[in-house]
């Protein structure tokens, strides 16, 4: 693949032309000169578009598909051409497919399904069998077949015993374990944030206590196994000073939050429109604000859509019976770009690439092209005609966002909308 990018804003600290104007001159899918003018004499690919932006390649740390089993939400193939097209080079793979992705049998058939696509895709093995919380999945087998994790999507693991076990079994590996942060037997049926507003309407509540006492108890747990672990989709504001306590002790830790839990608070739910209904639920305006602070400061390492595509029999019924999820992949930039500055939003859609295992390319002579192209500036409501996936769930339909996606280049492809 060869292109001459035309015009672009460099976003990369790590490039000597960060925040510069330039061209760039891409050859059998690497970078062979960066420079304020290049000329096409070989009459390559040109790429001119409004405002073009380009960073390094995005990465996703939880995005759900659907296949094996669930190809009626979506399939490997569209989903990661929806993530191509919003900007994301690479994703990391749920295990939540039927069956659940639990061997490195499983893992090479994700691998094998997404070869040739621009958008790298990483699985994450189950870290129970079957997803069931009861006993440890093939873990060293799946790391050695290519998983870059292992976590029961949206699972807790209830036992604190087999979660201590998780820990010190895979750091035999350098294996990265994940625990959702949920103490079942406190959220009970709740399906939203537990406060005055699931009273008024009727709805049980899921308190920010279920996600804070499974925190406090999986960090006591990694302090005893001198372990390594992500919590992802974090939402209260006790949980992130639990986690920044536990950093400032040099425990290995990070953690996730999803892009929707930045911008709703419960109040959404008084529509009783299911694409509010997401886990963790949404929490409260000051939950919000520790979130924000969270990311600042660098507490929080990364931010994720939780991309989970679900179809409308699942949603559209009553609030109760619905299932989790919003898809977030088209709309994660928009979002992100209309809470932090271009700058900010970049670093953390880069940010979790090194904790996962995935290798970053800095925009300089020599390294592969993996980039992500956009443009910063431009406004627009988000509907249904910006929507790629299979299923339409979006939490973000008719949400004013800032900042669109025009595509990527990366694994000597080019993928654009324009």
């Known amino acids: 693949m060869n292109a001459l990018v035309k015009s672009a804003t460099i976003v990369d600290p790590k490039s000597d032309f960060h925040n510069k104007t330039v061209d760039i001159l891409i050859e059998k899918g690497v970078i062979t000169n960066i420079s304020k003018r290049i000329s096409n ?32 939400r979506e399939t490997i193939e569209n989903g990661l051409k929806t993530a191509a097209y919003s900007g994301f080079t690479s ?36 870290l129970t069998r079957h997803g069931q919380g009861k006993d440890l999945a093939e873990l060293f087998d799946m790391k050695n077949a290519g998983a870059v994790a292992f976590y029961d999507y949206q699972h807790p ?64 747990l990694l302090e005893y196994t001198e372990g390594k672990l992500h919590i992802p989709t974090i939402s209260t504001a006790k949980s992130v000073a639990l986690i920044k306590a536990a950093k400032q002790k040099k425990l290995d830790v990070t953690c996730s939050v999803a892009l929707h839990n930045l911008i709703f608070t419960d109040k959404e739910l008084t529509t009783f429109n299911t694409n509010f209904k997401v886990l963790p639920p949404l929490r409260s305006q000051s939950d919000i604000d520790a979130l924000i602070e969270g990311l600042k400061d660098g507490t929080i390492d990364m931010v994720t859509s939780d991309h989970n595509p679900i179809d409308i029999e699942d949603k559209k019924i009553e609030f109760d ?7 977030g992949l088209e709309s994660a930039f928009g979002a992100l770009n209309s809470v932090f500055t271009t700058k900010k939003a970049v670093e953390l859609l880069t940010k979790g690439k090194e904790r996962f295992g995935i290798e970053s390319f800095p925009i300089v002579v020599g390294n592969k092209a993996n980039l992500s192209l956009f443009n910063p500036n431009e406004n627009y409501m988000f509907s249904r005609e910006h929507i790629l996936s299979r299923s339409k769930n979006s939490i973000f339909d008719n949400k004013e966002l800032k900042g669109m996606a025009y595509g990527i280049i990366a694994n000597n492809k080019i993928i654009l909308s324009k």
């Open 157 to 220: 693991v209830e036992n604190p015993n087999l979660m201590k076990l998780a820990l010190q079994y895979a750091s035999n590996f350098d294996g990265l374990v994940c625990s959702f942060p949920q103490e079942s037997r406190i959220s009970g049926l709740g399906v939203m944030n537990e406060n005055v507003t699931s009273t008024s309407l009727g709805l049980k509540g899921n308190p920010a206590l279920a996600e804070e006492l499974q925190v406090a108890r999986d960090l006591f």
């Open 321 to 327: 019976y619905a299932k989790y999820g919003t898809i």
């Open 41 to 72: 004499p070989k009459n390559y690919k040109e790429i001119k578009l409004d405002n073009l932006h380009v960073s390094q390649g995005w990465f996703d740390s939880s995005v759900s598909f659907g296949e094996p089993g669930f190809e009626e």
């Open 91 to 126: 994703v990391a793979v749920n295990s939540n497919t039927n069956p659940v992705i639990d061997s490195n049998a499983d893992i090479s058939f994700l691998k094998s399904k997404a070869e040739k696509h621009a958008t790298s895709l990483y699985p994450i093995g189950a």
